[in-house]
């Protein structure tokens, strides 16, 4: 099988998004959706966001050719209030839905200044992160939220309540990379507690409860036994996680907590998650002039702190994810042996095995 390896291959960077792009669309996602997916995941991948990027490719095929995201989805505005709008996704594949969805709020937010886009009917987007790049680069600031099916204790719970429900922060600054916050509200994203899985591994205490509410190391108490992640700091990420679900879901109309469906579960079911995505011009020569130089000087004085023994630098949010990618267009994108054994095994189930074998390094 010619995805089949132990250790870490090295694979060229546009070589992997033509061929999700091409496993997209043997799965029935037509060409702009495709490579819109394609992108995310991608870029996610070289920015080493492991969790969220190319290694879900199997995971959102399945989703399409069961019917839980909509080959054919068209979104359409619900509301349109010129900086305000109202999307639905149609129960489209979130990749798409959200790229779409940032691209309009982009456009929204240069002709009015100021842009809120709210979307419903749609479903798991990969990494919050990206939005905000793309808002970022654009020369916007941007804030983008979604909520997830319910897999996240609260303060006082002992089961699964709320999703862990991701924001991102992505912000212009001059002669520099863009700073990109990107969280989720528990303590770890359950893609890690999913990674440990495949690997073997127990997880730090802390991390997560079992189905009866008791701290585990176990990852499999979590994704197969149904415990629950532990918000961030307690009722800071619970009061956090509760924020985005009222701007992703409670504007939107999408689903809300055990409403959202588990894609990863029911792939079969459209999720209807929300997600929301607030806009604003920070372009040279707009109402916000000076901000892109503001921000270089707000980092630059952070980044200048005295800095604690045995640390080398002080980083802003966004800095190494923006190394990582620099390097993987440059030298190759890494992918850990278990991620290059999945895509060869979904290359042979499409019939694209040798695409899959040409873009290795």
Sequence with gaps: ????????????????????????????????????????????????????????????VRQLREGGANRAARVRPVADHGGLLVLDGDAGLGLAVASRATRTAIERAGAHGLAVVSVRNANHFGAAGHYALMCAEAGYLGLVTSNTPPIMAVTGSRSRVIGNNPLAFGVPRTAAPPVVLDIAMSRVAGGKVRMAIERGDQVPLGWILDPDGNPTTDPEDFFVRRGAL??????????????VEALSAG??????????????????????????????????????????????????EIAGAPRAPSVDR?????????????????????????????LGELAETLGLEDELASIRR
């Excluded at 002080?314 to 850990?336: K, Q, S, T, Y």
């Design 1 to 60: 099988m010619s995805g089949s390896a132990t250790g870490p291959v090295l694979v060229d960077a546009d070589g992997l998004r033509r061929f999700a792009r091409g496993v997209l669309e043997t799965a029935g996602l037509d060409g702009e959706s495709a490579a819109l997916s394609s992108d995310v995941l991608v870029r996610t991948t070289m920015r080493g966001v492991e969790s969220h990027g190319i290694w879900f490719l199997d995971r959102y």
């Design 314 to 342: 002080i980083v802003m949010p966004g800095d190494l994810e923006h190394e990582r990618e620099v390097v993987a267009l440059a030298h190759g994108v890494p992918l850990r042996g278990e991620i290059w054994s999945t």
């Design 230 to 243: 532990l918000p961030m700091e307690d009722h800071k990420g619970y009061g956090l996680a509760l924020m």
């Design 251 to 300: 504007l939107s109309g999408a689903a809300m907590t055990s409403a959202v469906g588990n894609w990863l579960h029911t792939p079969d079911t459209p999720s209807d998650t929300g997600f929301f995505l607030m806009v604003i011009d920070v372009r040279t020569g707009g109402p916000f002039d000076a901000f892109q130089d503001r921000m270089r000087s707000l980092c630059e």
